[in-house]
């Protein structure tokens, strides 16, 4: 499998805090914690490098405000040249996410769903296409969500063209060849309205739909819903399409509707059915990963990534899509990016 790189010393302060954010996400792990790396990082990046070495030397980088006793140590051994000990910790610790998948995980090169902070992600969109980058990405969609979703902090149409200028901004400044697309998660309204203007999603790369609410829809008029969703010809992939959470403190079961009628339509329009890498969602659940399968729909193994350390999910899903059988060439996740680009004009 695909793996970042181990930092070994010397490391800048920054660099070891955010990754040991990076890990501690990629492990799960409860929120307060990596906030708190997060911060410390931030803190530590405002001061610049003489001031830091000068706290350091003088004993009091912990007075800092963001930084705490546990980051503190880590700041120190960093400017002292050492490799800080929670980080090694936690890089001798990690391990593959899942033993199956991993010829699959290997032809994965791109992410059709990801967040940043600009609606309920935990961190900026530089920091995600550099974790992208660390991973072996070419390639990453952008779709933070739509404006709907208040409670995810979603996107008005003006805040979305100011997003497509930092990402313009992003791709000019690279020489790695990466690349970043502008997208975005659009909730799929109960009449299977989509929660943006058409001329706004006709500026996107990418658009990823996904019902977000009213979930306990009776089955018929959820089939319609979707439907009339998948018609719509900005969309290019269905995302976690049952809305089920199968573990942690918000469990619900799947929205019911009519499978084979909602993936015929994602065949008739070259709508790719996403395979949700989250663990807490897997999602669609194999039988319904099985008929789309013969149907012949394409698939998008995407992380749902709100943090750097969760892009790495995708191992999950390219688990359970090697386990079913999936053709990697069926899975628009493993194309390159210009192949992406004419298949969502399409």
Request: proline share 4%.
């Amino acid at each position: 499998m695909k793996s970042v790189a181990a930092l070994r010393a010397p490391v800048d302060p920054v660099d070891a805090l955010l990754r040991i954010a990076f890990l501690l996400e990629r492990a799960r792990e409860g929120s307060y914690r990596v906030e708190a790396f997060r911060k410390a990082a931030t803190a530590v990046a405002g001061l610049g490098a003489d001031e830091v070495r000068a706290r350091v030397n003088a004993g009091s980088i912990g007075a800092v405000n963001g930084i705490g006793k546990t980051t503190a140590g880590v700041i120190t051994e960093a400017v002292r040249g050492q490799l800080p000990g929670y980080l090694a910790t936690l890089q001798d610790a990690q391990a593959p996410l899942t033993s199956g998948g991993t010829e699959l995980y290997a032809a994965v090169i791109g992410d059709l769903h990801t967040h940043s902070n600009w609606s309920d992600g935990g961190a900026p969109i530089e920091e995600m296409v550099a974790a992208a980058v660390a991973l072996g990405q070419q390639w990453m969609a952008l779709t933070d969500h739509s404006p709907r979703l208040k409670v995810a902090n979603g996107l008005s149409a003006e805040r979305l063209t100011r997003q497509l200028d930092v990402i313009g901004s992003i791709n000019t400044g690279r020489t790695d060849g990466f690349r970043l697309l502008a997208g975005i998660e659009v909730d799929i309204l109960d009449d299977g309205a989509l929660d943006q203007t058409d001329e706004m999603l006709g500026r996107l790369d990418i658009v990823t739909a996904s019902v977000h609410s009213n979930l306990r829809m009776e089955s018929l008029a959820m089939t319609k819903r979707m439907i009339a969703a998948i018609a719509h010809p900005e969309i290019n992939v269905l995302g976690h399409c049952t809305g089920r959470r199968v573990e942690g403190n918000r469990t619900r079961p799947p929205s019911t509707f009519n499978a084979k009628a909602v993936f015929t339509a994602c065949l008739e329009t070259n709508t790719a059915v996403e395979i949700n890498s989250r663990p807490e969602r897997v999602d669609p659940p194999d039988e319904l990963i099985e008929i789309a399968r013969d149907l012949g729909c394409l698939f998008a193994i995407d992380s749902d990534a709100h943090a750097p350390g969760q892009l790495d999910f995708k191992a999950l899903g390219c688990e359970r899509a090697q386990r079913l059988g999936i053709p990697a060439d069926r899975i628009i996740t493993t194309w390159p990016v210009d192949r992406v680009l004419d298949w969502a004009r399409t």
